[in-house]
């Protein structure tokens, strides 16, 4: 099916372990970005990407690595899980022009 | 850097009655703005988008919004509230230097029969 895909929907895990979101998108779009979402922050941008091997950090980018070899894939990777990481996760791609389509997102809890 | 502030977390309205949701930006090139909704436990959905050309843009399920370049404001509007439009909605601003899509903190819309 087209569209953008995030998997998985519902994560829980332990502080301090390594945990990957990914993301995959079909449109073949050139431009990724990964978004968090919490109660009075609204949407934050984690990082972006605007092609294949190119990445760049966005407003809170701090304990997150992300990665693109492929223009469709856009893991994002929590490298050692804090509590303050507990948060939905958005992933979004777009054509350059800023218009995003989203995926379902990802609820990760860390214990 | 861009930025963008949305007026008011929670915005309550009866049905039938208009819906406005204040949005201000801050940009240092023209931007593309842009308003999104999110229903509850799902992912966001464009509702319309300004890039350039008309200031006052009309958007899916009724809403519009008018960009004044003068006020850096990006409103957005519906005569008449639907129960159905209850969900929170967000708006967005796009410079073309930096290649960030960024979001503001949301309103949540609530309507009341």
């Known amino acids: 099916d087209a569209g953008i895909t995030q998997s998985p929907r519902y994560k829980i895990t332990e502080t301090g372990r390594q945990v990957t979101l990914m993301c995959h998108q079909t449109?073949?779009?050139?431009?990724m970005f990964w978004y968090r979402q919490d109660l009075g922050h609204g949407l934050r941008l984690i990082y972006y990407?605007?092609?294949?091997?190119?990445?760049d950090k966005g407003e809170v980018p701090d304990g997150y690595v992300v990665s693109r070899s492929k223009t469709e894939n856009f893991p994002l990777t929590l490298e050692s899980a804090t509590r303050s990481q507990t948060s939905v996760y958005f992933c979004?791609?777009?054509?350059?022009?800023?218009?995003?389509?989203f995926g379902q997102g990802t609820r990760l809890t860390v214990v | 850097a861009q930025s963008v502030t949305q007026l008011g977390s929670h915005v309550s309205v009866s049905e039938g009655a208009l819906v406005l949701l204040r949005c201000n930006y801050s940009?240092?090139?023209?931007?593309?703005l842009f308003w999104y909704v999110q229903y509850p436990n799902q992912g966001l959905q464009l509702l319309l988008k300004?890039?350039?050309?008309?200031?006052l843009v009309k958007g899916i399920n009724g809403f519009e919004a008018e960009f004044k370049k003068s006020e850096t404001s990006f409103h957005l509007t519906k005569p008449s509230a639907h129960m159905s439009d209850a969900a929170e909605y967000f708006c967005?601003?796009?410079?073309?230097?930096?290649?960030?899509?960024?979001f503001g903190t949301g309103t949540l819309l609530a309507v009341q029969p």
């Open positions: 967005a601003c796009y410079g073309g230097a930096t290649n960030k899509l960024i």
């Open positions: 449109w073949s779009h050139s431009y």
């Open positions: 990407s605007a092609a294949a091997d190119i990445t």
């Open positions: 300004y890039t350039t050309g008309a200031t």
């Open positions: 940009s240092s090139v023209p931007p593309y």
């Open positions: 979004a791609s777009s054509t350059s022009g800023g218009e995003a389509f």
